[in-house]
């Protein structure tokens, strides 16, 4: 098959859900011998040239990089918010350099299948029917107006207004792109439902991202434990949010019981009022870290404190396979199959995350049953190879 990703930020480096949910799929269809093209926004909060993608990585895909200015004005959102119905969060992603190069990309080769990889690039489908007869796929990474409906609800005075307001233009967004494509991909069980109670009526295939097991190894010789530790992106609301809820509600207590027990937070783009309050005894910011995986090797329990946010928590996935013990909340495991005390450990309140945190800590055989047992989850249920084959079987379905 001859497949188009399109995307709103480059997927590489992998060091967010969104990337790390579009290159494995991009390395799944190229290993089994797809031809893969992948044309992506090149804005300056995920800026990359196409030369600094390592040759192995290059091989797997056509890439086409387009700069666009995407950035977050004051100005323009309150303009948006005043003169416009549309959701800002969607607007900044209508480029006309975008569409001329999908436009020439459209005319120069033909496709089987065009995957839109999220829902801030479903703007340009009537461009895409223009020009081709592929069959159109919505890959939906979340549900996007949950997140911000979850983060309004976490907000005070008019920022929850504005979040408030901004969640249901999302979601009449979200509304108005139903059945303008062919085929629904949805990356959970749960986000295919709800998409399909905002009105999806067409064939739809649930394919949660897959897990590289060749690069994703785990690896205890250097383990410190005990030690705590949580990475992800620092500039996503639902992450900040979560971490200063840890630190402000469950961190004196932790510390108390064990005064030795460090707290690792780590993570890319960290504003300045964040690290502020990323403080206390025994907590070290690292910020971006050279190489995540070595980082989260060595550590020992991750902490995933998440109350807003959807979709798939991809840097839990990734904890998991490297064998980590997880403490996390229902949201955070969202989308995901797992069975709290067996792989991970579920808390939601802040006696059940310090409980979650003590057990791990003092009950080191616990501790490495729960991480054994999230290897052979992952590996049975989120084998990379094996989920791009099985959508590439779905789309056969509807291509032939």
């Not at 967010?16 to 494995?24: F, L, R, V, Y």
């Not at 192995?56 to 005043?82: H, M, T, Y």
């Not at 120069?108 to 796929?137: H, T």
């Not at 990475?231 to 992450?239: H, M």
Request: contains cysteine; charged residues 25%.
């Amino acid at each position: 098959m001859n497949i188009l990703q399109v995307a709103n930020k480059v997927p590489y480096p992998t060091i967010d859900g969104g990337a790390i949910a579009c290159m494995n799929l991009t390395r799944g269809f190229s290993l089994l011998g797809h031809k893969v093209t992948v044309l992506a926004m090149n804005t300056l909060k995920h800026k990359t040239s196409v030369e600094e993608i390592p040759e192995s990585v290059r091989d797997l895909a056509d890439f086409k990089f387009v700069k666009v200015d995407a950035r977050i004005s004051k100005r323009e959102a309150i303009q948006n918010l005043l003169f416009s119905s549309e959701p800002y969060n969607a607007v900044r992603f209508v480029d006309k350099s975008f569409e001329n190069e999908l436009i020439g990309i459209l005319k120069g080769k033909k496709f089987d299948v065009i995957q839109l990889e999220g829902l801030y690039v479903c703007p340009y489908i009537p461009v895409i029917r223009k020009y081709s007869n592929a069959k159109i796929v919505y890959r939906a990474h979340n549900i996007e107006h949950e997140i911000w409906e979850r983060t309004s609800e976490l907000a005070k005075g008019w920022k929850k207004l504005y979040l408030r307001n901004l969640s249901k233009r999302i979601k009449r967004f979200e509304k108005n792109v139903q059945n303008k494509y062919d085929l629904l991909v949805p990356i959970t069980e749960r986000d295919g439902i709800i998409l399909d109670e905002l009105g999806n009526k067409k064939p739809k295939y649930v394919s949660q991202t897959g897990i590289d097991s060749s690069v994703l190894i785990p690896n205890a010789k250097s383990l410190e434990y005990p030690s705590l530790f949580h990475i992800g992106s620092l500039e996503w609301a639902p992450n900040q949010e979560g971490i200063i809820w840890f630190i402000e509600n469950c961190w004196e207590e932790i510390h108390d019981r064990f005064p030795d027990l460090k707290f690792y937070v780590a993570g890319r783009n960290a504003p300045q009022w964040l690290v502020q309050k990323i403080v206390g005894p025994n907590i070290v910011f690292l910020g971006e870290v050279e190489d995540a995986y070595d980082f989260m090797n060595s550590k020992a329990i991750m902490i995933v404190p998440l109350f807003s946010g959807s979709g798939m928590r991809i840097k839990i996935i990734e904890g998991m396979a490297l064998g980590k013990s997880i403490v996390t909340t229902p949201i955070g495991t969202e989308g995901i199959s797992t069975t709290s005390g067996t792989n991970i450990l579920i808390a939601e309140k802040r006696e059940e995350f310090i409980e979650s945190v003590s057990q791990l800590v003092e009950d080191k055989e616990f501790f490495h049953i729960v991480g054994k047992n999230a290897i052979e989850y992952i590996h049975k249920k989120f084998d990379n190879l094996a989920a791009s084959a099985s959508l590439v079987d779905f789309y056969k379905q509807h291509t032939q």
